[in-house]
């Protein structure tokens, strides 16, 4: 089973910036791709970005050029650097691990494992 374990979620003020990570904790199954995503109060998860282990990456909408994921996916290490963070970048963040040899989607139903998840806040 793989863990995942986020780190790095702060309060900030909008226009600010934050990296985030996500490292495999206790033992783990090597992955190829793994991603970052987020859930506000009231709404449903949804994908930030992904990145594989062939340097692949796909962002959400909107998300590509404020952000910036990257990481080894191969010792299971991922981060996300968050710039000019808005209210509505607000939510808890989670790092997650899928089974394919590399990322296809932003759909959640593709991840199978979880990391708890860190909460980015983002006030006005």
């Known amino acids: 089973r793989v863990q995942l374990l986020e780190s790095g979620g702060d309060s900030v003020t909008a226009g600010g910036s934050l990296e985030i990570s996500c490292t495999a904790s206790?033992?783990?199954?090597?992955?190829?791709?793994m991603g970052w995503f987020r859930q506000a109060p009231g709404q449903e998860r949804e994908g930030v970005a992904t990145?594989?282990?062939?340097?692949?990456?796909i962002y959400r909408d909107g998300l590509k050029g404020r952000f910036r994921i990257s990481g080894d996916v191969a010792k299971n290490n991922l981060y996300l650097e968050m710039n000019t963070l808005k209210p509505e970048d607000t939510g808890m963040y989670y790092c997650?691990?899928?089974?394919?040899?590399?990322?296809?989607?932003?759909?959640?139903?593709?991840?199978?494992?979880w990391g708890r998840g860190t909460q980015v806040t983002v006030s006005s």
């Open positions: 997650a691990a899928a089974l394919t040899r590399r990322c296809y989607s932003l759909s959640p139903q593709d991840f199978n494992y």
């Open positions: 206790g033992n783990s199954y090597r992955v190829y791709c």
């Open positions: 990145f594989d282990s062939w340097g692949m990456s």
